[in-house]
């Protein structure tokens, strides 16, 4: 391996992550057509993902202990996942996803209160930066109040929150539990949003279930996309463990770019004038999160470095875990 793979294959990883979030929408979309309602695609995926993090790392996992923590962090997995496939499949893929996008906003809000991190002005300049991308994307004269227009967006808006508080609740559990493996957080994660999307399917009539000729097709997406999505969370872990969290931070929008090229090619949705500026505020947040986050780094007194708010721990031993679907 040369010297310049070497030192790029990290970010290529990382960017190899995000272009699956930005494609994964598309078998949630297929399965839907198949009959497969937007919940129980998130819960089927969901557990296959978690028997493939259990089989694979059975010798790095131990015996889970019960802690309030791991419940909080199971429910906001779910809701993230629930979240976002279900506005994925009834919404437009692009404003759903400019809407989940909205985590620093959360992040701030949420790490306040639970992580009892001081909520500086700049935390909130970059929490109204963020909305106000929100705004002007959802703001019309027609429409009237800039809220999201239908409940796929409502479900974007709502998996982001649960998002950000999966990501606050990560640096909680590696301060109180701090013997818990990475692959602990991550069976955790998707074994959480498997529990909650059962439940939610409950609620969610099946109007059309799989044929019994779709039932194979649909038996192999599911299990190929758990597979798929275990496994490119390892490999984004891998990346993550050598790139600076600020860095892989700007990286992961790139996800942004993967979801508005296949949302154009796939499903000929064209993001407006509204949605390019409002996505660029929020990218712009999202940006300037990092480069906050990096410049206190750098004026903090030496000593042990805490996970960062993104959930990912210091340079020597970083992990970290999304669980989307």
Same mark, same amino acid.
């Not at 600076?244 to 064209?270: C, D, Y």
């Not at 407006?272 to 505020?281: L, M």
């Given at each position: 391996?040369?010297?310049?793979? !070497?030192? #790029? ?23 839907? +057509?198949? $009959?497969?309602?937007?919940? #129980? ?30 419940? +909080?962090? =199971?429910?906001?997995? =779910? ?7 279900? $506005?994925? &499949?009834? $919404? ?19 790490? !306040?209160? &639970?992580?009892?991190?001081? @909520? ?5 300049? @970059? ?5 106000? *991308? ?8 027609? @429409? *009237? ?13 709502? *998996? ?26 991550? +069976? ?28 194979? +097709?649909?038996?192999? &997406? ?21 790139? %600076? ?47 906050? !986050? ?6 903090? %007194?030496? $000593?042990?470095?805490? %996970? ?18």
């Amino acid at each position: 391996m040369t010297r310049g793979l !070497h030192n #790029a294959w990290p970010t290529l990883a990382i960017m190899l992550g995000a272009s699956v979030w930005g494609l994964v929408w598309y078998p949630m979309r297929m399965l839907a +057509a198949m $009959g497969l309602t937007g919940t #129980a695609a998130s819960a089927t995926t969901s557990g296959a993902a978690c028997v493939f993090v259990l089989l694979v790392k059975r010798r790095s996992i131990s015996t889970l202990s019960w802690h309030w923590l791991l419940v +909080a962090l =199971g429910v906001a997995a =779910g809701v993230t996942s629930i979240g976002f496939v279900w $506005g994925a &499949i009834h $919404g437009q893929v692009m404003r759903v996803l400019l809407l989940f996008y909205l985590t620093p906003a959360w992040t701030a809000i949420f790490a !306040h209160f &639970i992580l009892k991190d001081r @909520l500086t002005r700049a935390d909130a300049a @970059l929490s109204l930066l963020s909305l106000a *991308g929100a705004v002007t994307m959802l703001w019309s004269p027609e @429409l *009237g109040m800039p809220l999201p227009a239908d409940l796929a967006e409502w479900a974007g808006l709502v *998996g982001g929150m649960g998002f950000a508080m999966s990501n606050v609740l990560v640096v909680r559990i590696t301060r109180t539990l701090p013997a818990m493996k990475a692959e602990m957080r991550t +069976a955790v994660i998707f074994g959480g949003a498997a529990l909650v999307a059962s439940l939610a399917t409950l609620f969610e009539p099946m109007p059309t279930p799989p044929a019994a000729a779709q039932l194979p +097709a649909v038996t192999l &997406i599911v299990i190929g996309l758990g597979i798929v999505l275990a496994a490119n969370n390892v490999i984004v872990q891998v990346g993550l463990a050598r790139v %600076p969290a600020n860095r892989a931070s700007i990286i992961m929008l790139f996800e942004l770019v993967v979801t508005a090229l296949s949302s154009w090619l796939f499903a000929g949705e064209v993001p407006g004038p509204r949605e390019w500026a409002g996505g660029a505020c929020i990218v712009a947040a999202c940006v300037l999160s990092a480069w906050v !986050h990096r410049t206190r780094a750098s004026h903090a %007194p030496s $000593g042990p470095e805490p %996970p960062d708010i993104a959930g990912r721990e210091p340079e020597s031993k970083k992990k970290s875990t999304r669980a989307m679907v």
